[in-house]
């Protein structure tokens, strides 16, 4: 398997594990598992951007400059996916064990999105396209 490979999986895992730490009450997981969890995620995605770094030094991963067009649905997609998970947060923070109600959830989730969405756009404004 190629290190960029690696360095995906090890990322996304890493994710995956750091979120399920949100639901470990619900899923009824001990409390000594949430540090555990925390830890190993952030362990695992420091080990995928060390992987990828070691990718790109190689030269596995050849840096190819982004087209207008793939700019923009990569940062439609980006949108698509910080507003909905954003804006779900009064839905799930029941089961992480936030006790608010609906309107202070709703204005946090709104409040986030905003950040949320401010964040992405700076962000993505390094890797625009040079037209």
Request: glycine residues 8%.
């Amino acid at each position: 398997m190629k290190l960029s490979t690696t360095a995906i999986i090890f990322i996304v895992v890493g994710a995956v594990i750091m979120f399920s730490n949100l639901l470990q009450e619900p899923l009824g997981w001990p409390r000594w598992t949430g540090p555990v969890l925390s830890i190993g995620g952030a362990l695992l995605i420091w080990c995928g951007v060390w992987a990828s770094r070691r990718a790109k030094k190689r030269g596995e991963i050849s840096p190819h400059p982004l087209t207008l067009e793939q700019y923009n649905t990569r940062l439609r997609l980006g949108l698509i996916a910080v507003v909905l998970a954003s804006l779900t947060l009064p839905f799930y923070a029941s089961y992480t064990g936030v006790t608010l109600p609906f309107p202070q959830l709703l204005i946090c989730a709104l409040v986030s999105c905003g950040l949320c969405i401010a964040i992405l756009l700076l962000a993505f404004r390094r890797y625009r396209p040079k037209t």
